[in-house]
């Protein structure tokens, strides 16, 4: 149980498009979700954190307008890089916990596939 | 400042030996800790939480310990298999979020 699946996997732009990635919780209602950002080698950074229904938070340094969070549902979020710029390639990663965050509660993560960006 | 840190050098085991590895971390006060694992191209997968109240867990062939007197957290693997290698990342919870570490490769050697 508790799959997420991430679409697309792998996506090729030309630079100034805008590119769509999906989030979506198979088998589960997720209270939030998670979109990271990965480079090679390192650890996972947090873009944002978005709850059905509300605004995402962004993290410090992280542009709003440039990465566009809907959170429409309990089991669908997306990311939309707006005028994509090579410095934006990167491997992107969704996560969707069943529980709002709080401290000393459980709050594991479960991780779509991810979705390998490369902006030319 | 604070700093979650894990052996970024990968660590090469012979197989059927214990692999151990190792988080550590400063000026973070965790109410617990959890381990995943992420193999190439793939997003990270959960193997096991640990509470500030708990020692030791464990799961099948995998054990965690936590001490948060030394603010470390190390990530046991008995017998070994090639299948385990992939890279191993600890997370500590911060102000409801996770922090990351950058991860250890684990590579096991037939």
């Known amino acids: 149980g508790a799959v997420v699946s991430q679409h697309p996997s792998r996506v090729i732009c030309k630079s100034g498009t805008s590119v769509k990635i999906e989030c979506r919780s198979l088998?589960?209602?997720?209270?939030?979700m998670f979109w990271y950002r990965q480079f090679p080698k390192k650890s996972l950074m947090l873009m944002a954190t978005?709850?059905?229904?509300?605004?995402?938070?962004?993290e410090q340094g992280v542009e709003k307008d440039k990465f566009l969070i809907n959170h429409a549902s309990l089991t669908l979020s997306t990311l939309t890089v707006t005028s994509a710029h090579p410095e934006d390639s990167s491997f992107y990663i969704c996560?969707?916990?069943?529980?709002?965050?709080?401290?000393?509660?459980?709050?594991?993560?479960?991780f779509g596939p991810g979705t390998r960006l490369t902006v030319l | 400042s604070q700093k979650i840190e894990q052996n970024s050098e990968a660590l090469n085991i012979q197989e059927g030996k214990t692999a151990t590895l190792t988080c550590n971390y400063t000026?973070?006060?965790?109410?617990?800790l959890q381990w995943y694992r992420q193999d190439p191209g793939r997003g990270p997968v959960f193997l096991l939480l640990i509470r500030e109240n708990e020692k030791e867990k464990r799961k099948e062939r995998l054990k965690v310990t936590f001490d948060t007197t030394l603010k470390q957290s190390l990530f046991h693997i008995t017998a070994s298999q090639p299948a385990d290698s992939a890279t191993y990342l600890c997370?500590?919870?911060?102000?409801?979020?996770?922090?990351w570490g950058a991860g250890t490769k684990l590579i096991i050697k037939p």
């Open positions: 000026n973070y006060s965790p109410a617990y």
């Open positions: 997370a500590l919870d911060s102000n409801y979020q996770l922090i």
């Open positions: 978005s709850n059905e229904g509300s605004k995402a938070t962004y």
């Open positions: 996560s969707a916990s069943l529980t709002l965050l709080n401290r000393g509660h459980y709050n594991e993560q479960f």
């Open positions: 088998d589960f209602q997720a209270t939030t």
